[in-house]
């Protein structure tokens, strides 16, 4: 599933506020469009919105294309890049974008027309995204070997990206390479059916699906040869910030001696942070109850590095000691190239 077409200079956007209950598309055909759909809640996914973004900057730049010479064309993109940020206060994947679209590959450079260039650099963003998305994907299955059973803690659907990618995205792969015997959904809360339950039966792909407190009697009993984790932003340390019952799971895992992998881009790698310290600092106060009862739950998990097997990433699969080999590949190892889409 997609969640996001550029087409004929409009932008179209999944409203994941009502899917899969309804699938709903929101055509933008303006910047204030598009900054208005990113400001609700109908795209809930931060690398979602950055593409989209990207897209928008191109829309403020077609709306003034007959002054792109002129200061006023300058003018315009800054306001418009201000208001796409201003939409996601704070969004790491944003600023990226946006700071992508500033400084686009040399090679476009050499073109004088700007709004040329601007285009080819936002379609150049997403491609590199989903490049980066199936090369996660890759990675994953390759620790798998035939029979792999695999539990998987996630928050979010497979269309977080710019497409299938993260926990969901490895398990879909491995299916369709019949490599997989047994896939368990660990969900925050039981009943019902997850949404990334209803992406897999959309594709006919089974599954077992239990609460986050049933995790460690699942363990126990039934085991499993891998857990995979989305993770939200790492620390230089490793620590790790992920959704709410992936710390439980992480310590169940430990205490069974079962491989526990957090799955997130390297561009979620955070040097600047020395330790999950900085996530927790994020954490909002409990508001005073005027009754003695007060109602605590956090946004995210913090999970220490030393419970964390290895993280799965675009760039290739880190392990311990995390100060170095997350060093290294931030640094170090370049963005990986997939030549033939279709073999993924």
């Not at 809360?189 to 077992?208: D, F, V």
């Not at 984790?229 to 439980?248: M, Q, S, W």
């Amino acid at each position: 599933m997609i969640a996001i077409q550029w087409q004929d200079k409009r932008l179209s956007l999944l409203d994941q506020s009502r899917y899969p209950q309804e699938e709903v598309w929101l055509d933008c055909g303006s910047t204030e469009e598009v900054v208005k759909v990113l400001s609700s809640q109908a795209i809930q996914d931060e690398k979602v919105a950055a593409i989209a973004g990207a897209y928008a900057y191109c829309l403020a730049a077609l709306a003034h294309q007959d002054v792109q010479q002129t200061p006023a064309f300058d003018q315009a993109l800054a306001q418009a890049k201000q208001q796409l940020l201003d939409s996601r206060a704070g969004a790491r994947d944003m600023a990226a974008a946006l700071d992508f679209m500033e400084h686009p590959p040399e090679a476009y450079t050499k073109n004088v027309d700007r709004l040329t260039t601007l285009l080819a650099t936002a379609v150049t963003f997403e491609r590199q995204q989903v490049v980066a998305d199936r090369n996660t994907c890759r990675n994953g299955t390759d620790l798998m070997g035939e029979g792999t059973r695999v539990l998987v803690r996630a928050d979010r659907g497979c269309f977080h990206s710019a497409s299938p990618t993260g926990a969901l995205g490895i398990v879909r792969r491995g299916y369709k390479r019949e490599i997989l015997e047994q896939i368990t959904l660990c969900q925050g809360k039981p009943g019902g059916e997850s949404l990334l339950a209803q992406e897999l039966r959309k594709e006919t792909i089974p599954c077992t699906i239990l609460p986050d407190n049933a995790a460690a009697t699942f363990l126990s009993r039934q085991g499993a040869h891998m857990v995979l984790c989305d993770g939200v932003l790492a620390a230089k340390n490793g620590d790790l910030k992920a959704p709410v019952g992936a710390y439980e799971l992480a310590i169940v895992s430990y205490f069974h001696s079962i491989p526990f992998y957090a799955v997130l881009n390297a561009d979620d790698v955070d040097l600047s942070l020395d330790s999950g310290a900085a996530f927790s600092a994020e954490a909002k106060p409990i508001e005073p109850s005027s009754d003695g009862i007060q109602d605590w739950a956090p946004d995210y998990d913090v999970i220490p590095a030393f419970l964390i097997t290895g993280m799965i990433t675009d760039r290739g699969i880190v392990s311990a000691p995390y100060e170095e080999t997350l060093d290294e590949l931030v640094k170090h190892t370049p963005r990986k190239l997939i030549l033939n889409f279709d073999e993924m």
